[in-house]
Structure formats: structure tokens, C-alpha cells
């Protein structure tokens, strides 16, 4: 109920701020910027936590940290790009196995900027894209090769794609030395929103569907520092 109450709270501020530009930014803005991002996402895995403890398995962290980049083009304030990452979690273990869930995403997207005074940019953002989820477990033992091709079945690597979909905010700041705001430089800013996880299919093991899979998917919040370089005119 809480997550839910949240995330109309988040999307009721992106509405809004779709529809108060005329209150906020009354310049046209073209140009560009892209960008190095890094930061954190979170995933939805308590199903897949509670078949781990079910199992006997160590459970898995619902925060990943994702590394990625992305690239925005401004048409007369109407920005179109996308973004794309992959996101690393902690590996976990017990006495008899290791498991690491690793996943990546590309996603389209187009918004419109809201505000552009002195360097700050800020702009919501609504997107469509793809995604894969990642799911290996292996046993811990010392072997050597010998071992592995007498019995090569010491673990699994599971597999699920789904579409991706995201709503957020992207805010940006560029260090103009020149004192001229039609020229570019070195960009610096922030993303948050939050993305939803639309699974497509059952999970793969070496390219066989497996039934009866755990519900789980890359949705959730995320937030992200951006580095990159860009600019704008305003018209």
C-alpha cells in the first residue's frame, strides 16, 4: 500500500510539471547533451527471495547499482534520446553455493524541458524499452578441468527478458566558462524516477523455458548522478 501511495504522490509531480512550462520556462531550447551515468536502482525479488529461502539459498539484495550512459537531443524544448545500463549486485553465499542476479535495460525516451535558466536544465521524461534479468548458481568446491568435464553440472544460469517502462526526471547543469548561455561545456545533474518491469515469457535455462518461475522484474526507484558534456540555444 505504502509503495503505491508513493508512486502516485511521484507521478501526480511529473503531471504537473508536464503542464506548468508556461509558468516556468517561456524560451524555446534546442541543442543536445550526453552523459556517463552511475547510480542506484532498485529491483522487485521478494518472490524470488522467498523461493532462495524456501531452498535453502542465501537471499539477494533489492538495491543493484547501475552503470550506463545516455544522450538527449532538445528540439524547441522537446527532448527525444535514450538511455541504456547494466546493473551489478553484491554476489551472496553459503556454506554450499554462490548466487549473483546481474540485469540490463535499454530505454527510449522522450520529455520536454520545463525550465532552462542559467546553465540548470530540467526536463520529465516518459519511456518504452527492454530488459534482461540474469540469475546464476554455483557450487563452491576447488576443482580443476579435469573435475568439470566428469561432471560439468556444478550450477545454473536463468534467464527472463521482459519490456521496460519509465517515468522520471532528469535535471542538468552545465558549467559554461564563457558566460554565454548558446554555448556548451562539461554537464553535471541528477535522474530519478521509476521504471516497471513487464514480463515476457518464462525463464530460460540455456535457451529451455523453465515453468513456474518466481515473479520478479527490474521496477522500482531509481536515482542516478550524470557526467557528460552539452549545449543549448535558446530561440
Given at each position: 500500500m505504502q509503495k503505491s501511495i508513493t508512486f502516485r504522490i511521484f507521478l501526480s509531480i511529473i503531471?504537473?510539471?508536464f503542464f506548468s512550462n508556461q509558468l516556468i520556462s517561456q524560451t524555446k531550447t534546442s541543442g543536445g547533451e550526453g552523459y556517463f551515468m552511475v547510480g542506484i536502482?532498485?529491483?522487485d525479488i521478494k518472490d524470488l527471495n522467498s523461493i532462495l529461502q524456501v531452498h535453502n539459498y542465501p537471499t539477494l539484495d533489492k538495491y543493484y547499482t547501475a552503470i550506463g550512459g545516455g544522450g538527449y537531443g532538445f528540439v524547441n524544448n522537446y527532448v527525444?534520446?535514450?538511455e541504456g545500463f547494466g546493473l551489478i549486485g553484491n554476489e551472496v553465499s553459503n556454506q554450499n553455493y554462490k548466487l549473483n542476479l546481474s540485469a540490463g535495460y535499454g530505454m527510449f525516451n522522450v520529455g520536454y524541458v520545463i525550465y532552462n535558466?542559467?546553465?540548470l536544465k530540467?526536463?520529465?521524461i516518459v519511456g518504452f524499452g527492454a530488459g534482461g534479468i540474469d540469475l546464476t548458481i554455483y557450487e563452491k568446491s576447488n576443482l580443476d578441468f579435469s573435475d568439470v568435464m566428469n561432471n560439468p553440472k556444478r550450477g545454473s544460469s536463468l534467464s527472463l527478458g521482459g519490456l521496460m517502462f519509465n517515468l522520471g526526471v532528469n535535471g542538468s547543469f552545465t558549467l559554461n566558462l564563457n558566460d554565454n548561455e548558446n554555448t556548451g561545456g562539461l554537464l553535471i545533474g541528477l535522474s530519478a524516477g521509476?521504471?516497471?518491469f513487464l514480463k515476457l515469457g518464462d525463464w530460460t535455462?540455456?535457451?529451455n523455458e523453465i515453468s513456474g518461475g518466481p515473479k520478479i522484474g527490474i521496477s522500482g526507484f531509481y536515482l542516478r548522478f550524470m557526467i557528460?558534456?552539452?549545449g543549448s540555444t535558446k530561440n
Open positions: 503531471f504537473l510539471s536502482q532498485m529491483m527525444i534520446g535514450g535558466q542559467n546553465g530540467l526536463f520529465p521509476y521504471t516497471y535455462l540455456f535457451e557528460g558534456g552539452g
